[in-house]
């Protein structure tokens, strides 16, 4: 079938040079003058730099660079990609993915693939189980795929939500988890798991989990669309987040992701306490109540 002008094929814009176009306008948006030695100028119509001002400093015509962000028919260069990233201001991880989705899109429209169920194997829940502290399995869509019983103690119990709600993003974006008493780092942490999301977006722009994941929240919540907007990528996460549990008090932790087979594929995300502190102290001492409940 004969390509049509515009970067479609049968009318439809390709999902890669889209999702390229989107990541290239929001980091342009994030730059002012100042940012790159250039003067403000007058009244600015737009937030960041304007269109020809990003052209200009990575070298470009401004008809080729918004060719680019309007997802149109264009293959750049790695030459290209460089002197946009330079332009830009990316950090490795954003070079990364601005590489991953324009290589992509170089590439004929993808046809449409089937999706297996994401799978834990065996041997991965059994490491769970004799795991001493909390750590859960996420899909490479963050569904919680499986948990160990110290990750209940913490996080509750995860039968208490349907199937297709065990997602950390839609979790976070329940009423409870944004209203006015939600965590002083609720913010920071939704931004890790939209960039953790971003991410496996770029992989597969269509696949049918992250377009209804993104769908629903898109048209229920304005603090998602404003996160998502920004286009933040996260490949693998680490930080730390202070749980609020009435029966033991307050136990801040350090959280970490390891990838686990698969390309991209699911991760272990584990929590930690440093050995001999309070907050190690509690966290046991959490896990013991659990278990005296489920054995109850």
Known sequence: MRRRPGGTLGGMT???????????????????PGDVGLEPGGRRKVAGL?????????GLSTDYYQRMEQGREVRPSDDVLDALAGALGLDDEERRHLFTLARAARRPMPAPAGHEPERVPDSTRRLLQVMGTPAV?????????????MAEALLGDPAD????????LLLMF?????????????EQQALDYIGMMRTAVATDPTHPRATAIVGELSIRSAEFRRLWSRHDVRERVSGTKT???????????????????????????????????????????LATLHASRTSR
């Open 243 to 285: 749980f609020r549990i009435p029966e033991v008090g307050d136990i801040v932790l350090d959280w970490d992701t390891y990838p686990l087979p698969g390309n991209p594929g699911p991760v272990m995300l584990a929590f930690t306490a440093e050995p001999g502190t309070p907050d190690a102290d509690r966290l046991q001492l």
């Open 50 to 58: 304007r269109r020809e001002e990003l052209a200009l400093l990575a």
């Open 174 to 186: 329940e009423p409870s988890m944004t209203d006015d008493g939600r965590c002083a780092d609720w």
């Open 161 to 168: 939500y349907p199937p297709d709600r065990l997602n950390m």
């Open 14 to 32: 390709h999902p890669y040079a889209r999702e390229l176009g989107d990541f290239l306008r929001a980091r342009r948006s994030r730059l002012r």
């Open 137 to 149: 399995v996420l899909g490479k869509h963050l569904d919680l795929l499986a948990w160990n019983p």
